[in-house]
C-alpha cells in the first residue's frame, strides 16, 4: 500500500483516531506538566497505634488447667484422652469457633495409638492467619520421677497449662473481636510420648545427630505439617506454647526460634519487655529444644517461636516437675499463666492492627 492510498484508507483513520483516543489520558498522566514536580515528602513519624487488648484472665485460664487435669492423664488411646478431646472440641465451639478433628494413627516407640490434632478456626473465610498451638496429650510415663515411673502424669504444665491459654485467647476472641485476621487454635496430639533416650533439648551442634532420634516425640506435629488441615495452609506467623505455668518459670528465647524465626522473637521478647515482664521473659538464649514449632517450620515454612518455661535453677533443662508425677496442679502460678497470655493477647490484637 503507497502512502496516499493509506492516507484515503477511512477505516485506517477511524482506527488511529481511536488508537490516540484511548492513549491520551496515558499520554498526558506523564506529560512533563502533569508529573509529580517534588518528589513524595518524607513520611511525619506517625506515633505508635494505640492499640487497646483486652484483659487476659489469669484465674480463667487457671480453671481451663483444672479441668483438664481432672480428666486424669491424658494419654492417647486412654479413655481420659477421649472425654478430654469431646470437652476440647465442645469448649471451643462454645466460644464460636469452626472445630475440626483430625485423627490419626500415632506410631510411638512402644505401639500403635489412635490420636487426635484438634483446630479451632476463628474467622475460617479470612485469608490472613495467625496460628497459636499447644500440645495437648500427657506423658505415659513418669521417666524422670523416683516413684511409679512407669505410670502417666497429669501434666498440668506440660500439656495442661498451654492449652488453658488458648482457651482463655479463643473465649477473649468471642468477647472482643479481632479486625482482618482470622486466627487457628492448633492442639497437637502425641507430642510427649517420645523415648527419652532421644533427648530433644540439645546443643545446634547435634541438630544433624538429633534429627533423625527425635522423631519419637511431636508426633501430631509432624503429622499436621505433613497433612494440614487445608491443604495449602499458611499463616504470618505462629506461636507455640508449651509448660508456660509454672511456679518459678523463666522464658528465655528459645534456640531453634531464635535461628528460624528471630524477628518475630524479637517482637515478642520487646512485647513483654515493654510490659514489665523482662523478669521472666529473660534476654538470653535458652536451650535447643525440638519441639512441635520446629516441625511447623521446617513442614510449611510459617515462622513459629516456643514460648516454653524453664525454672529459675540451672543447670537443670526443664522444672523439677518436668516428666514427673509432681506435674500437677499445685506447681499451676496463675500469675504466669497471667503473663504469658497477657503477652500472647497483646501479640494478637496489635497484628491485628497492624501494629506489630
Ligand atoms: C517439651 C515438653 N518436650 C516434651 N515435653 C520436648 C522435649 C522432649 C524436651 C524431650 C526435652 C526432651
Ligand atoms: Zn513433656
Not at 502512502?3 to 483516531?17: G, I, P, Q
Not at 476463628?122 to 498451638?133: K, Q, V
Request: with cysteine; hydrophobic share 45%; aromatic share 10%.
Amino acid at each position: 500500500m503507497t502512502l496516499n492510498s493509506f492516507l484515503r484508507n477511512k477505516r485506517l483513520w477511524l482506527v488511529a483516531l481511536l488508537l490516540v483516543a484511548l492513549a491520551l489520558p496515558l499520554l498526558l498522566r506523564f506529560w512533563p506538566e502533569n508529573a509529580p514536580t517534588s518528589p513524595p515528602s518524607s513520611p511525619t513519624p506517625v506515633p505508635a497505634k494505640q492499640v487497646n487488648v483486652p484483659l487476659f484472665q489469669a484465674d480463667s485460664a487457671f480453671y481451663f488447667v483444672e479441668k483438664q487435669v481432672a480428666f486424669g492423664p491424658r494419654v492417647p488411646g486412654t479413655a481420659a484422652h477421649k472425654k478430654c478431646a469431646a470437652w476440647l472440641v465442645k469448649e471451643f465451639k462454645r466460644f464460636g469457633l469452626e472445630v475440626i478433628e483430625q485423627p490419626f494413627v500415632a506410631k510411638t516407640y512402644f505401639g500403635l495409638r489412635d490420636a487426635v490434632n484438634i483446630i479451632a478456626q476463628y474467622h475460617p473465610e479470612r485469608a490472613n492467619r495467625i496460628l497459636l498451638c499447644a500440645h495437648w496429650d500427657s506423658r505415659h510415663i513418669a521417666d524422670k520421677d523416683s516413684v511409679d515411673t512407669d505410670k502417666p502424669i497429669l501434666g498440668a504444665d506440660d500439656g495442661g497449662s498451654g492449652v488453658a491459654v488458648l482457651l482463655e485467647l479463643a473465649r477473649l476472641l468471642q468477647q472482643h473481636p479481632l479486625e482482618r485476621v482470622g486466627v487457628d487454635f492448633v492442639l497437637f496430639d502425641a507430642e510427649d510420648l517420645g523415648d527419652d533416650r532421644t533427648e530433644a533439648g540439645q546443643s545446634v551442634m547435634l541438630q544433624a545427630v538429633q534429627d533423625q532420634k527425635t522423631l519419637t516425640w511431636c508426633l501430631g506435629s509432624q503429622h499436621w505439617a505433613r497433612t494440614p488441615h487445608r491443604p495449602g495452609y499458611t499463616a504470618q506467623f505462629g506461636i507455640l506454647l508449651d509448660m508456660v505455668g509454672a511456679r518459678g518459670a523463666l522464658f528465655p528465647r528459645e534456640g531453634y526460634s531464635a535461628q528460624q524465626a528471630p524477628v518475630l522473637q524479637n517482637r515478642i521478647w520487646a512485647i513483654a519487655q515493654e510490659l514489665g515482664y523482662g523478669n521472666l521473659f529473660i534476654d538470653r538464649l535458652g536451650g535447643y529444644i525440638t519441639d512441635d514449632h520446629v516441625f511447623v517450620m521446617r513442614g510449611l515454612r510459617i515462622p513459629v517461636v516456643n514460648i516454653i518455661g524453664i525454672p529459675n535453677s540451672p543447670p537443670a533443662a526443664f522444672g523439677a516437675h518436668h516428666h514427673t508425677h509432681r506435674d500437677n496442679l499445685e506447681v499451676i502460678d496463675r500469675n504466669i499463666l497471667g503473663v504469658v497470655g497477657h503477652v500472647v493477647a497483646t501479640v494478637l490484637y496489635r497484628a491485628a492492627a497492624g501494629a506489630f
